[in-house]
T-cell receptor, first 110, second 110 residues
Framework: GDKVKQSPSALSLQEGTNSALRCNFS?????VQWFLQNPRGSLINLFY???GTKENGRLKSAFDSKESYSTLHIRDAQLEDSGTYFC????????????FGKGTKLSVKS | EAAVTQSPRSKVAVTGGKVTLSCHQT?????MYWYRQDTGHGLRLIHY???????EKGDIPDGYKASRPSQENFSLILELASLSQTAVYFC?????????FGPGTRLTVL
């Protein structure tokens, strides 16, 4: 099965609303990264997380290594938040290798 | 933020031909990675390197070779391109933590 499972696979939001994306891990993740692939195809690194929480503007992410999951919260969604969000986990001793989930496709509508 | 560039940005190759994809980074990162992305999927690691003149196999190395002649440059080589290698290829670099991605190379094998 998938080592990194993302949910939901797709999501449609109205501008100004909030949402949460989730990743569950079946590997012993030690760090997590979240990326946004924008409609042009570029991959933008949003967060690098050790266990704990980080916030950046309207985005907030948490990583719980004991319960093997991570979340990405989007507050006050904007049109430019549209794209596909990927989480990726590094397992201990993996030499900085990442295992990616299959992504959550987010569409923000006005 | 690391600057990672890739060339070519797109390429059409014939089955059985040799293809070389190039990646260049300008931030003195030790780690470099090659991933492939297939439509509707996350990224999968092909090869990576943590020091010049040395490469390591990732999760899907079959049919690919890699070369790291210097800290700045990392190439992916398809000796005998096949139809199944049609994909978008991304290069990334890091210092062992946050990964920064290049713009991608769209490869079509006919």
């Amino acid at each position: 099965g998938d080592k990194v499972k993302q949910s939901p696979s797709a999501l449609s939001l109205q501008e100004g609303t909030n949402s949460a994306l989730r990743c569950n891990f079946s590997i012993a993740a030690t760090t997590v990264q979240w990326f946004l692939q924008n409609p042009r195809g570029s991959l933008i690194n949003l967060f690098y997380l050790v266990p704990g929480t980080k916030e950046n503007g309207r985005l907030k992410s948490a990583f719980d290594s004991k319960e093997s999951y991570s979340t990405l919260h989007i507050r006050d969604a904007q049109l430019e938040d549209s794209g596909t969000y990927f989480c990726a986990a590094e397992a201990g001793g993996s030499n900085a290798k990442l295992t990616f989930g299959k992504g959550t496709k987010l569409s923000v509508k006005s | 933020e690391a600057a990672v560039t890739q060339s070519p940005r797109s390429k059409v190759a014939v089955t059985g031909g040799k293809v070389t994809l190039s990646c260049h980074q300008t931030n003195n990162h030790d780690y470099m990675y090659w991933y492939r992305q297939d439509t509707g999927h996350g990224l999968r690691l092909i090869h990576y390197s943590y020091v010049a003149d040395s490469t390591e196999k990732g999760d899907i190395p079959d049919g690919y070779k890699a070369s790291r002649p210097s800290q700045e440059n990392f190439s992916l080589i398809l000796e005998l391109a096949s139809l199944s290698q049609t994909a978008v290829y991304f290069c990334a670099s890091s210092e062992g933590d946050r990964q920064y991605f290049g713009p991608g190379t769209r490869l079509t094998v006919l």
